[in-house]
């Protein structure tokens, strides 16, 4: 089962006519992810701090991600997976498939999950993005 956003950047993240989705629906969907897929959509690499932290390891899914700028107190290959386009079928095959991969999964998701709730209240972070996006603020 897979689930692709696609965002243009134009409007509101995760929504659009009958399609429409909301914070708590995709919450819920990376609740049930293994995997959160992070591909950048220009030549920026930004740290996507509310998609990776908040939608990817808040909710448990370890997060598989092309490398991205540093960000204080989270580290590409410790607490996420980060590995170029033409490397991500691979990583994707063994983090699913591969009796390797998922223990590997289960290291970065338990640090991830243990080190990053320490360093960050990300219940509070968390809570903070969805009031904004209830008010409209939050744009893509």
């Known amino acids: 089962k897979s689930f692709i956003h ?12 009958k399609s429409a989705i909301g914070i708590e629906k995709s919450l819920a ?3 049930d992810a293994k995997v959160l897929l992070n591909i950048h ?3 920026f690499s930004y740290f996507e701090w509310h998609r990776v932290m908040m939608i990817g390891i ?4 370890v997060v598989l991600s092309e490398p991205c700028f540093m960000s204080p107190g989270v580290v590409a ?12 079928p691979g990583w994707l ?8 991969g998922e223990v590997l999964a289960q290291q970065v998701d338990a ?6 709730r320490e360093r960050f209240d990300l219940r509070n972070e968390l809570s903070a993005l969805a009031f904004l996006h209830s008010t409209g603020f939050c744009h893509a």
């Open 29 to 31: 969907l990376a609740r």
């Open 111 to 116: 640090l991830g999950a243990g080190e990053l």
């Open 58 to 61: 808040e909710q448990g899914a």
């Open 6 to 17: 696609a965002p243009t950047g134009l409007g509101l993240p995760l929504t659009g006519g």
């Open 93 to 100: 095959v063994r983090l699913v498939e591969s009796p390797e």
């Open 77 to 88: 290959d410790r607490h996420f997976v980060a590995a170029g386009l033409d490397q991500m």
């Open 41 to 43: 959509r220009d030549e």
